[in-house]
């Protein structure tokens, strides 16, 4: 499973993402605080959210601002799990 932390624009951590080969298919999944609703963001409890997000079956929508970090993070986990070759 690879883990990483999504960062804002001063490279605070306000999310994590998670990535896993599951039956042979990459899933990734995250978890996101909403700081400017005050929430803090907790790297424990997000990763569980995370790690549970991967496993379901619903779809979440990411904020187009942290997308980028999405792609990038999609493209390091086929690489490193090896999808697609």
């Known amino acids: 499973m690879l883990i990483q932390y999504i960062r804002d624009e001063k490279k605070h951590p306000v999310g994590v993402m998670a990535s896993d080969l599951i039956d042979g298919t990459l899933k990734i999944g995250f978890s996101l605080a909403n ?36 792609e990038e993070f999609e ?9 697609g070759e």
Do not use: T
């Open 35 to 70: 700081v400017q609703k005050g929430d803090r963001f907790r790297k424990d409890y997000g990763k569980i959210k995370a790690v549970g997000r991967m496993h379901g079956s619903k779809k979440y929508n990411i904020p187009h601002k942290y997308s980028e970090q999405l």
């Open 75 to 83: 493209e390091r986990s086929r690489k490193y799990f090896r999808v």
